[in-house]
C-alpha cells in the first residue's frame, strides 16, 4: 500500500486526510502537537500517528529521515523555515514532496532554482511548491488566464492581483476578522515586520516599503458584485519572482495584495506605530496589565491611556481606532493572557488578537468567503482589453471545515493523488501554474461548484 507521510497537524490539514483516506491511502501524520494529530488519526483507522520535533537548527533528524524513507510521497504543513529539512531528505531518499509553502524558502535566487531543480530530476522526484489556497490555487486561476491570453496573441501590461480570506459577515466583531485559518499566521504579518515586506512592480520599478510602513499603502478596491474592501501589498508578493513564473517577464505593474474590510489596515498600522511590533524577549511583561503596557508604549506609567494612545496616534479619542482598541481590552486593567510563544509586545498583541477575534470552529454560524480578484490590462496587436475575474467559493453555515482550510489542503491533496496515480507524471521542482497541474485540479474543482466568473468591464 502505498503510504502518505503528512507532516503537520494544523488547521487546515484535516480536509486533505478526508480527501486522501475516501481514496484508499494510508496516511502517517507526523506532528509535535501529540493533541490535534491524535485527534486527527482517531477520525479514520487507517492513518497512524508519530510524535516528531523538528528543530530546524539542527542539520539532522533521524525520525523524520526514517519516515520520509518508508513514504511513496510527503506532504508537508510545517511552517517554511523548516522546508529545506525536509526537502534534503526526500531528495536522499528519492521521494516526491509536496508543500504549501512559499518557494522562497527552498531558494533565493534563480540559479538556485535551477540546482534544486536538476536535483529533483535526478532522483526521479517532483517537488511541487505553493500548492495552497493562495498561493496555489489561486495562482493556477491567474496563469490559466495569462496562458489563453498568450494563446491569442495578447501581452500582459498590468496585473493586479487582491485576494482574502474574510468572514462573509463584515459586522462579526469591530475589526471585521475572524481566523478561518492558521491564527497566529494569519495575523503574523500584522505585527511581524521586515524590510521589504512589501514589494510589487510599480511602472517598470520595484518600490520596497519597509514592514512598519506596509499599512500606509493600503487603498480602496471596489469588487464588483461583491463589495468594497481595503487591499494592502502582500507582505510574501514576491514581485521580484512571480512575474518569472506566470510567465510576464515584461509587465508594467504587477501587484498581490491581501483584502480586509475597510478600517483594518488604519488600526494595524496603530498597533505598530505604538510598538506592538518588537519582538524582543520581555520576561517582565508577565507582570503587567494590558493598560500598563499601553501607557509604558506611551512613555507613561499613569494617565489616560485613551488619551495618550490617540496623541500618540495624532487622532481624536473619538477615532473608530480607539473604539477598536477599547472592544480589545488594551485599555482593560486586566493581566495580561500569557503569550504561547515568548513575552513581547509582539506575542501580547498577537494572543489577544486570536483570542477576541476567535477561531473557526467545526460547524460556527459565522462562516468565511474567499476573494480572488483578477484585473488585468492586455495588448493584443490590435486592441487593448481590460479582464476581470473573480473567484468568491465561502463555507455554509455548520459546515465541518472552513473554506479556506479546504482549498488549502484539498489543493495539495489533488495533486498528491495524481502523482501517486501517476496521471501526472513529472519530475523537477514545479509550481502549481503548469497545465499539467491546473488544468486538472481547476476542473475538479469546476466538479465541486467551485469556479471563476468572467467580469464584462464595460
Known amino acids: 500500500m502505498k503510504n502518505i507521510l503528512l507532516l503537520g497537524s494544523g488547521v487546515s490539514v484535516a480536509p486533505l486526510c478526508d480527501y486522501l483516506n475516501e481514496r484508499g491511502y494510508h496516511i502517517t501524520v507526523a506532528s509535535r502537537n501529540k493533541m490535534t494529530a491524535e485527534e486527527i488519526v482517531n477520525q479514520h483507522s487507517s492513518r497512524s500517528f508519530y510524535p516528531i520535533d523538528i528543530d530546524r537548527s539542527n542539520p539532522e533528524n533521524q525520525a523524520l529521515d ?51 531543480d536538476q536535483q529533483a530530476k535526478e532522483k526521479g522526484i517532483a517537488i511541487v511548491t505553493e500548492a495552497g489556497t493562495d498561493p496555489g490555487y489561486g495562482s493556477m486561476i491567474g496563469k490559466k488566464l495569462i496562458d489563453d491570453v498568450h494563446a491569442k496573441g495578447g501581452e500582459i501590461i498590468d496585473l493586479w492581483y487582491h485576494v482574502g480570506v474574510l468572514p462573509c459577515n463584515p459586522n462579526i466583531n469591530p475589526f471585521g476578522y475572524k481566523c478561518f485559518w492558521a491564527p497566529k499566521k494569519s495575523l503574523f504579518a500584522s505585527v511581524k515586520i521586515k524590510d521589504g515586506s512589501g514589494d510589487w512592480i510599480k511602472d517598470s520599478q520595484i518600490p520596497l516599503i519597509p514592514g512598519d510602513k506596509v499599512y500606509l499603502e493600503t487603498r480602496t478596491v471596489e469588487v464588483p458584485n461583491i463589495g468594497t474592501f481595503e487591499s494592502r501589498p502582500n ?9 518569472k513564473v ?31 511590533c518588537d519582538t524582543q524577549y520581555r520576561p517582565e511583561l508577565l507582570e503587567k496589565t494590558y493598560q500598563e503596557i499601553l501607557l509604558e508604549l506611551c512613555g ?17 479619542v473619538s477615532h473608530d481606532i480607539i473604539m477598536r482598541y ?35 470552529q467545526p460547524g460556527d454560524t459565522e462562516v468565511d468567503q474567499i476573494i480572488m480578484y483578477y484585473d488585468m490590462l492586455v495588448q493584443y496587436p490590435d486592441k487593448k482589453e481590460r479582464i476581470i475575474s473573480i473567484t468568491n467559493p465561502s463555507a455554509k453555515p455548520g459546515d465541518h471545515y472552513s473554506i479556506c482550510s479546504q482549498l488549502t489542503s484539498k489543493t495539495a491533496a489533488m495533486i498528491a493523488r ?10 523537477g521542482l514545479k509550481y502549481p501554474t503548469i497545465p499539467e497541474i491546473y488544468e486538472p485540479v481547476l476542473q475538479e474543482y469546476a466538479e465541486e461548484g467551485i469556479i471563476s466568473s468572467l467580469v464584462e468591464y464595460p
Open 235 to 243: 507582505s510574501d508578493s514576491g514581485a521580484y519572482l512571480y512575474p
Open 326 to 360: 477599547q472592544w480589545l481590552g488594551l485599555f482593560d486593567d486586566k493581566p495580561i493572557i500569557p503569550p504561547k510563544d515568548s513575552p513581547s509586545y509582539c506575542d501580547v498583541i498577537s494572543d489577544l488578537l486570536v483570542q477576541k477575534l476567535g477561531v473557526y
Open 300 to 316: 507613561s506609567t499613569n494617565g489616560d491611556a485613551k488619551a495618550l494612545v490617540a496623541q500618540k496616534l495624532g487622532i481624536p
Open 418 to 427: 495524481r502523482l501517486l496515480e501517476g496521471s501526472l507524471n513529472l519530475t
Open 66 to 116: 526514517q519516515l520520509i524513507k518508508e513514504s511513496s510521497i510527503v506532504i508537508s504543513f510545517l511552517p517554511g523555515p523548516y522546508q529545506p529539512l525536509v526537502t534534503k531528505y526526500c531528495l536522499e531518499h528519492s521521494v516526491s514532496l509536496i508543500m504549501t509553502c512559499h518557494i522562497g524558502y527552498l531558494f533565493k535566487t534563480q540559479q538556485e532554482f535551477e540546482q534544486l
Open 246 to 276: 506566470y510567465g510576464i517577464d515584461n509587465v508594467r505593474n504587477f501587484y498581490h495584495g491581501t483584502l480586509r474590510y475597510p478600517g483594518w489596515g488604519e488600526t494595524l498600522q496603530g498597533l505598530i506605530d505604538l510598538g506592538f
